[in-house]
């Protein structure tokens, strides 16, 4: 009986030092593989709509890339990436019908996150919260939740 607690307590230990970086920080969005994690490199509010930008990244080497989104269509893409500040949704910002994000969303892959961390970027405009809203949030699909973000 012995023994087999000084095994589990070894593999305990080895697992704990074993374990990635990426998975220790909780104050990072991870995407569903557990690979990556969004940052928010910028927040402004210009008038009536919020422009945001993310990198992605991640500390895998050989990370072989990830879809996080692709071929949303107008109806739905409210549903799966918006803003939000308590109970209220803000959705993309619309320009003569168009959505102002992209269309799709890949990850690239990366050998080496040694030399270069970055997987992939992101922007786009929201029809803004009120000025005095408290913490917003970002919604994207297959991405944990991201915030609370500063507007500036």
Known sequence: MFQHSRILAAALALATVCTPAFALDNAKPITQSDKAWATVRKA????????IELRFETDYPGYSGETIYEKLDDGA???????S?????FP???TDGKVAAPAELKLKF????????R?????????APPADAGDIMLT???VAPI????LK
């Open 85 to 89: 500040a308590g109970d209220q949704r």
């Open 140 to 142: 994207l699909p297959n």
């Open 119 to 127: 997987v992939g970027d992101w922007k786009a405009q929201f029809d």
């Open 44 to 51: 402004v509010r210009q008038g009536d709509v919020v422009s």
């Open 92 to 94: 993309l910002h619309r």
């Open 147 to 150: 915030g609370p973000i500063t």
């Open 110 to 117: 990366n050998y080496n996150p040694d030399k270069n961390p």
């Open 77 to 83: 893409i409210d549903n799966v990436i918006y803003l």
